[in-house]
């Protein structure tokens, strides 16, 4: 059905109100931007006639335009949504470097945390339009110059040292990496962050032990990752959607596991259960709390029995000690039975946390 001109129809699997609230909330939030800077440069011509030296066209400059590519797109849009935005990453002692740094101070965007180096050049994807008077601008050509040599070792520790400084006062941090090295795993393992996320082009499995909560793979990114070809395989691609979010998973799991350790906790097992609906995959329980895990005292911990604990195996051996036989209506739990349970959750959440959660 055509759509009347003036109306527009929201996508149905779309949450219009929760989505509004959380572009809302951005001016109140200070977000640290990890990744490699790329100039996206816009070269449009005036068709003028074929060349006489191959067969090629002409194009009468009318244009070049600039704007930010990359993680540096990825600031500018944070800023554009009111954000306060912490970019890291380095460009090149250059003219297009120095385009990209007018562009963010242009906009009031704090770019102390952007190194500049004479050793490399800024990443540059020039693209070249073609077209008419009154056409639509064709892009007939595109030069990428990227940096072949690695960052040198001064520049990755000052990128680390300004990436974990800007992360500490962020409300969340964003990584883009585009493997042109301003954004790695090494770095992102050391920062310390409420909420983390990741784009990554060519190494989404590497960033396993580090903080990344989410991560917003495309299909070429998968098959970079797996190493495989989806094509017009539409079960492939959701058996490769499926074996990520496991992978994820288990990365999650073990991060949680090694953070619970130093705590003096065993977090024997977790589960992470999901759910898919018309929007997709999505989180559909608690996860790694004393009701979805095993947390076990490491003191004390002995293989071959029982374990002392702060989850709710003490309600399941009370309901063994009264021979419940499963079945409904459940049982009333005494008192003294409510009470020490919780009081082994709120442990629980004083250790691992290092905060007192009070009642």
């Known amino acids: 059905m055509r759509s009347r001109p003036g109306v527009i129809h929201a996508d149905a699997s779309v949450d219009l109100t929760r989505l509004l609230d959380i572009v809302a909330s951005f001016p109140r939030r200070t977000i640290c931007v990890v990744g490699d800077f790329v100039l996206d440069q816009f070269v449009s011509g005036e068709i003028s006639r074929i060349s006489r030296e191959a067969p090629v066209l002409i194009l009468r400059h009318r244009r070049t335009e600039a704007y930010p590519g990359g993680a540096a797109n990825a600031v500018n849009n944070l800023a554009d949504l009111a954000a306060k935005v912490l970019p890291v990453g380095v460009v090149g002692d250059d003219n297009e470097g120095k385009i990209l740094l007018d562009y963010f101070r242009g906009k009031r965007i704090d770019t102390s945390a952007i190194l500049r180096t004479g050793e490399r050049a800024t990443t540059t994807k020039t693209r070249y339009l073609a077209g008419w008077t009154h056409t639509t601008e064709q892009q007939v050509l595109r030069v990428d110059r990227e940096p072949r040599e690695e960052l040198p070792e001064r ?68 098959e970079a990752a797996y190493h495989v070809t989806v094509g017009t395989d539409a ?53 790694l709390t004393p009701d979805s895990s095993r947390f076990w005292e490491r003191a004390s911990w002995k293989p071959g029995g029982p374990q002392p604990s702060f989850d709710k195996q003490f309600v399941r051996d009370y309901l063994e000690s009264i021979h419940w036989n499963k079945q409904a209506p459940a049982p009333g739990l005494p008192d003294n039975v409510v009470e020490r349970t919780q009081g082994k959750y709120l442990e629980a959440f004083r250790r691992l946390t290092g905060r007192t959660l009070t009642l």
């Open 155 to 222: 520049i990755r520790k000052l990128l680390d040292r300004k990436a974990r400084k800007a992360a500490k006062s962020a409300d969340a941090v964003l990584v883009s990496d585009y493997g042109l090295g301003a954004a790695s795993p090494e770095i992102v393992r050391k920062l310390n962050a409420k909420c983390m996320t990741l784009d990554s082009r060519y190494r989404l499995l590497d960033y396993g032990g580090t903080q990344i909560t989410a991560a917003t793979p495309n299909e070429a990114e998968l």
């Open 235 to 287: 079960q492939r691609l959701e058996e490769l959607g499926r074996r990520t979010l496991r992978d994820l998973s288990l990365a999650l799991y073990n991060k949680a596991a090694a953070h619970a350790e130093t705590r003096g906790i065993l977090l024997a097992d977790t589960k992470f259960e999901f759910g898919k609906t018309a929007k997709g995959i999505i989180l559909a329980d608690e996860v």
